[in-house]
């Protein structure tokens, strides 16, 4: 997800959008735990969009 699409967003979408990326990342981690993600490197650009979120929220 890029930043320039975010900002495009109004504070509720944004809020939706982050709640959404927390459910995913705890999807994530409940594959590696059970060992079946091949694909790690999801792990840390969930993170970053999360980050990325934040980021643009409390700019607002």
Do not use: C, D, W
């Amino acid at each position: 997800m890029k930043s320039p699409v975010l900002y495009n967003k109004n504070i509720n979408k944004l809020n939706y959008e982050l709640l959404s990326l927390y459910k995913k990342q705890f999807n994530l981690r409940m594959q590696v735990y059970s060992g079946k993600l091949n694909k790690t490197h999801l792990l840390k650009e969930n993170r970053r969009n999360i980050a990325r979120v934040k980021t643009i929220i409390n700019k607002g």
